[in-house]
């Protein structure tokens, strides 16, 4: 091969991926939907059933024809292996199924979420008790709790008052969270974080559990009233 051809195909080959780049880069993506049934370009493939089952390497054609007898797709589900590798599905059904349980594992991901909460080292008893349901109420739901004691003026002098702070406020939270960072100075501030025990996923399952505990719980009463109200009338006529 020529040097003019070499380079000839170099140039063409470099022009299509800065073309290929560019258009990604305008919006585009490349799609990543399996080939199905006369978009699949082999001449044969290694076939699998319906319900799983090996059927074998067939001719493309032969698979076709299984997919048109079974009312089905057929589908390249391993356009790598070697022939590739078809099923025969219902493949509407197939992306429904499978945006579905995208949408539902979206749905339970969860995310663990850093609260903050604030003290002074001279906290009253009151306020400690409303910060202290706070934090009691972020480790319920499964989030992290960064504490920070800000110290003021003489106060920066007394660092053990808001240790000993934070050493109470775990020993008062120890049930439903534990110490994931040590209490630490940072500047004119102390800093502790407090980890949950109950993982997200599991707050959030609680949380829902509850919720429909709730409203089944007030459809029952609604449906009492109502019926209550119906044998009222029914006494009175």
Request: net charge positive.
């Amino acid at each position: 091969m020529c040097a003019g051809a070499v380079w000839s195909y170099e140039h063409r080959r470099y022009a299509a991926v800065r073309q290929t780049v560019a258009w990604c880069n305008r919006g585009g993506s490349i799609s990543a939907e399996p080939r199905i049934n006369d978009r699949i370009r082999v001449p044969e493939v290694r076939l699998v059933g319906p319900s799983g089952e090996q059927v074998g390497i067939v001719p493309l054609a032969k698979a076709l024809e299984l997919a048109q007898e079974y009312d089905l797709d057929l589908v390249e589900v391993a356009a790598n292996a070697r022939p590739p590798v078809c099923k025969l599905m219902d493949y509407g059904k197939f992306k429904y199924e499978s945006a579905m349980k995208a949408r539902e594992a979206r749905k339970n991901q969860a995310h663990t979420v850093i609260k903050e909460m604030k003290l002074r080292p001279k906290i009253d008893p009151h306020d400690y008790d409303t910060k202290k349901g706070h934090v009691v109420r972020f480790l319920k739901q499964g989030d992290k709790v960064k504490i920070t004691i800000m110290f003021r003026g003489r106060e920066q002098s007394r660092p053990e008052l808001g240790y000993r702070l934070l050493q109470r406020l775990a020993e008062d939270v120890q049930d439903l969270g534990f110490v994931e960072s040590n209490p630490k100075q940072d500047g004119r501030n102390m800093i502790m974080v407090l980890g949950p025990h109950k993982k997200k996923t599991e707050a959030m399952a609680e949380a829902r559990q509850a919720q429909e505990a709730r409203k089944a719980g007030r459809q029952g009463r609604g449906g009492a009233k109502q019926e209550q109200e119906t044998s009222s009338g029914s006494a009175e006529a």
